[in-house]
Antibody
Framework: QVQLQESGPGLVKPSETLSLTCAVSAASISSYYWSWIRQPPGKGLEWIGY???????NYNPSLKSRVTISGDTSKNHFSLKLSSVTAADTAVYYC?????????????????WGQGTTVIVSS | QSVLTQPPSVSAAPGQKVTISCSGS????????VSWYQQLPGTAPKFLIS???KRPSGIPDRFSGSKSGTSATLGITGLQTGDEANYYC???????????FGGGTKLTVL
């Protein structure tokens, strides 16, 4: 079955760039939409953005100025970069596969999730 | 403050039924599919309800979803202690051009 696995540094210094990768198995990143979601300690879910099968992206307006999501079809993985991080960016970061509604032109269900990776922003 | 509003907590006894509400607006729930996710303690969210009311493969029929106007509801019957989790609703918001989630509802099975 489809599996997603996040990886990256667990500790990032304030003002630096957070970089994470999501490795996808049993599905091609060229065939679906893929999202990053985060969850601060003890809080709810926040959608960060997605990358489409064709490489187009869409970001949460609240994070748009600091976020870049990219894909590498040769490695079948996609990545997240979040710049100028602060303590408020401390969270568990999840990647997920999204389903896309052609009629409405946007994503809806997130049907497969990675196990998540914890990122702490601290000096 | 979340765009979608959920009650912070609900509780019921084993074997009973519970419903969890998710309230939004015409720019999100009113115009898009609603999904529901279950997050057991210390684990990643799990896809629970698709397209307002469809159960993905492997999800028991004790779980159901519905939508009316700008609100959605998750129903769980025959409650089990293993259902204790946080439940989140999610949908697309056409004004924000973003996925939005509810703040989550903690279910306690007494």
């Amino acid at each position: 079955q489809v599996q997603l696995q996040e990886s990256g540094p667990g500790l990032v210094k304030p003002s630096e760039t957070l970089s994470l990768t999501c490795a996808v198995s049993a599905a091609s990143i060229s065939s679906y939409y893929w999202s990053w979601i985060r969850q601060p300690p003890g809080k709810g879910l926040e959608w960060i953005g997605y990358i489409s099968y064709s490489g187009s992206t869409n970001y949460n307006p609240s994070l748009k100025s600091r976020v870049t999501i990219s894909g590498d079809t040769s490695k079948n993985h996609f990545s997240l970069k979040l710049s100028s991080v602060t303590a408020a960016d401390t969270a568990v970061y999840y990647c997920a596969r999204c389903l896309y509604d052609i009629l409405s032109g946007h994503i809806y269900d997130m049907d497969v999730w990675g196990q998540g990776t914890t990122v702490i922003v601290s000096s | 403050q979340s765009v979608l509003t959920q009650p912070p907590s609900v509780s019921a006894a084993p074997g009973q039924k519970v419903t969890i509400s998710c309230s939004g607006s015409s720019s999100n729930i009113g115009n898009s599919y609603v999904s529901w996710y279950q997050q057991l303690p210390g684990t990643a969210p799990k896809f629970l309800i698709s397209e307002n009311n469809k159960r993905p493969s492997g999800i028991p029929d004790r779980f159901s979803g519905s939508k009316s106007g700008t609100s959605a509801t998750l129903g769980i019957t025959g409650l089990q202690t293993g259902d204790e989790a946080n439940y989140y609703c999610g949908t697309w918001d056409s004004t924000l051009s973003a996925v939005v989630f509810g703040g989550g509802t903690k279910l306690t099975v007494l």
